[in-house]
């Protein structure tokens, strides 16, 4: 898989790409707006990571260009501006999603998952891990082929916790995926949602991979 | 107070006073010369008379008709100036006092002396003055009409330029493609105050502009460092084999970057709904949009065990920016579950004419007025930055909508009254 990163801070696109290489992701980087342009010319991404404000031009400038050059690569927003004008101008322009700065290295993760499988939609729409199979399209779970009745918030959790497996995710990022900002820094519900999501799996088929980090969060993981 | 209402509360006092003031000094300048004039016949009549006494010899007939009298009375006077007076009698005909202008004069006949009395009415006279008074009050009282009702229509035309500068004062917004638009005017008052309309709104929308680019720019700079923090501990939180100690820093870190990034972001909204840049209205469907939002919530309600009792009328529209009533919803709904007790409970009503959250909560510390304002919150603990509430506030405020916070009986209760304007 290949990703483009469109960003002038060079400390946060290092992250970005640190972050995302563990994913299996082949990053590039852009920080500016005329290498943005010769990558995009030559090359085919599965996602480009676009901030609006870079030196040279504007990110919107790009993503015009990626339309009107017919490119089907992905483009997710990341923008510092948090403007509603340049979210719909964005999206109205063909992007595929909106993230605003700052964010979860763990929420990018599993927005740029979610492009790639709509982008890739004739292909595997399903996610293993061990014993578990995600059917992203039906949004259905199973455990060793028993189906595993989840509510809303606990599919979202799942599909969070999969497309950021193996690695540490803050109790602060899982609260803000769930319920946006206005719930932010508060946990308590949190452990509502895991110890229920824990036990359906486990009683669909001993599949316990939510691991809870001392004072840090959670992982998914089957180690 | 309207300012013909100001002009006419000191001119027309003025002006009634003046012509008071005239009208009696004309009455009586008219009463002297017509008495002058009467006094002028009296002598006529006494000159008659001296010259009949000369040439006769014998005093005229005494006379006694309506309107002039001569009588002759002897006297041991010798010596009398012509005397002048006026003098009331009863008038038994009429039955009514009426005044007489009179002339007493000596005469000779025969070596007697006589006083000649000759007495003429008055009462012409005084029909003529109080005739001349009724037209002049009449003349009077028309003009007062005809410059009030003159001035009204007059000036109202007249300041209608400042009306009309006025309105578009009033319907000056900072969003709106067309520019004020000042009727033409050659009034050198109102010309001037439009120019300084003009300059004054250009430089206000100058100013706007470069506070929103302000805005924006302040976002930039902070939420890409923000970003940059938030983002490195993440990635040394994925490191494997940290210490207790290490793992308790960057926990620290972490929410600490949280709350900063919050707390920006919220001032952030703040300042951009204050700056009024959620102008566009949209035509929103308040009822469904809440209920949307509710069940959002609900999983969270029921982790915590609380039971929602809706009471939600269908068909709610409002006229409102469709973002700020989803930040109104989420912040207000999203305080509920929030602010609440285990196994409590919360309360939603929405009809035509309010919008009332009640739910269950420890009891408020600070005075529930004080809530409203920015940084004031009841714990301080870090998911409360205090501004939640500040932002529902300065969105009422922007629709005119009055909110009221009440704690009654182990409730707290947040009720917002809708205005008529933003109901469709």
Redesign the interface.
């Known amino acids: 898989m290949k990703i483009l990163i469109i960003e002038d ?1 060079k ?2 696109s290092e ?2 790409a ?2 995302l290489s ?1 994913h299996e992701y082949n990053c590039e980087v852009a920080a500016d707006y005329r290498t943005a342009i010769e990558k995009i010319e030559y090359n085919t991404y599965d996602c480009i990571l676009l901030d609006i ?1 870079l030196p040279g031009g504007s990110g919107l400038k790009i993503l015009e260009q990626i339309k009107e050059d017919n490119k089907t690569d992905g483009v997710l927003i990341i923008s ?5 004008d340049d979210k719909i101008t964005g999206l109205n322009l063909g992007a595929d999603d909106y993230l ?7 929420e990018l993760n599993a927005r740029i998952a979610a492009i790639i499988r709509r982008k890739n939609f004739d292909g595997n729409s399903m996610i293993r891990f061990g014993n578990l199979c995600v059917d992203t399209q039906r949004k259905s779970v199973t455990v060793e082929n028993n189906p595993v009745e989840l ?4 599919y979202e959790l799942l599909l969070y916790f999969v497309s950021n497996k193996k ?2 995710i ?1 109790k ?2 899982i609260a803000e995926h ?12 949190i452990y ?2 895991i110890k229920n999501l824990r036990k359906k799996l486990m009683d669909a088929g001993d599949a316990d991979y939510i691991k809870s980090v ?4 959670y992982k998914f993981t089957d180690q | 107070m309207k300012l013909i209402a100001k002009y006419n509360r000191v001119t027309i006092p003025i002006i009634i006073s003046i012509l008071l003031i005239s009208s009696i000094g004309y009455y009586f300048i008219l009463h002297r010369i017509l008495i002058y004039q009467l006094d002028k016949d009296l002598r006529i009549e006494q000159n008659e008379i001296i010259q009949h006494l000369k040439e006769t010899d014998q005093l005229p007939e005494t006379s006694d008709y309506k309107d002039q009298q001569i009588s002759f009375h002897p006297t041991n006077l010798v010596e009398l100036k012509d005397k002048y007076s006026t003098q009331d009698v009863y008038n038994r005909r009429e039955d009514e006092m009426e005044s007489f202008r009179r002339i007493d004069f000596l005469v000779t006949q025969g070596g007697k002396y006589f006083i000649a009395t000759v007495k003429k009415s008055q009462q012409e006279t005084e029909d003529i003055v109080r005739l001349i008074l009724m037209v002049t009050f009449f003349i009077i009282a028309m003009l007062l009409l005809i410059l009030f009702i003159s001035n009204r229509f007059l000036l109202s035309n007249l300041w209608k330029p400042f009306r009309n500068t006025l309105e578009q004062l009033n319907q000056f917004n900072f969003f709106s493609k067309n520019k004020i638009a000042l009727q033409k005017t050659d009034i050198d008052e109102f010309k001037e105050l439009n120019e300084t309309v003009l300059f004054m709104t250009q430089k206000l929308t100058l100013d706007y502009q470069m506070l929103k680019g302000f805005t ?1 720019n302040a ?2 700079e902070i ?2 460092p ?7 501990v ?2 040394l ?2 490191s494997e084999n940290l210490t ?1 100690a290490q ?2 820093v ?2 620290s870190l ?2 600490a ?3 900063l ?2 707390l920006n ?1 919220s001032l ?1 909204l703040l300042a951009k709904i204050e700056n009024h ?2 102008a566009h209205i949209d035509t929103i469907n308040f009822s469904s949009m809440l209920i949307r939002y509710i069940d ?2 609900d ?2 309600a029921q ?2 065990g609380l039971s929602i009792s809706k009471n939600i009328e269908e068909e709610v529209v409002l006229q409102m920016n469709e ?1 700020l009533a989803e930040i109104l919803i ?2 207000i709904i ?1 305080n509920a ?2 602010h609440n007790v285990d196994k409590g409970n919360i309360g939603v009503e929405l009809n035509k004419k309010y919008f009332r959250v009640s739910n269950t909560g420890p009891e408020l510390r600070t005075d529930t007025a004080e809530l409203f304002g920015r940084f004031k919150k009841e714990s301080s603990s ?3 930055l205090g501004l ?1 509430l500040s932002i529902v506030k300065t969105i009422t405020d922007i629709y005119g909508f009055s909110i009221n916070y009440d704690y009654k009986k182990e409730q707290h209760v947040v009720e917002i009254i809708f205005n008529d304007l933003a109901i469709e």
């Open positions: 801070e400390a946060l992250s970005i640190d972050y563990v404000t510092a501006k948090n403007s509603l605003s700065k700052p964010f979860h290295l763990s509510t809303k918030k606990e690695r540490l803050s602060d990022a769930l319920w946006g900002n206005e719930m932010g820094g508060n946990f308590d519900f509502t949602h001392y004072g840090m969060g | 924006e976002s930039h939420q890409t923000l970003a940059i923090i938030k983002n490195k993440e990635l939180s994925q207790e793992i308790n960057l926990q972490n929410e970057a949280a709350r990034s919050r972001q952030l840049q959620f959002n919530f999983e969270l982790a915590k973002s989420s912040n999203s579950i929030k870090g998911d409360s939640g």
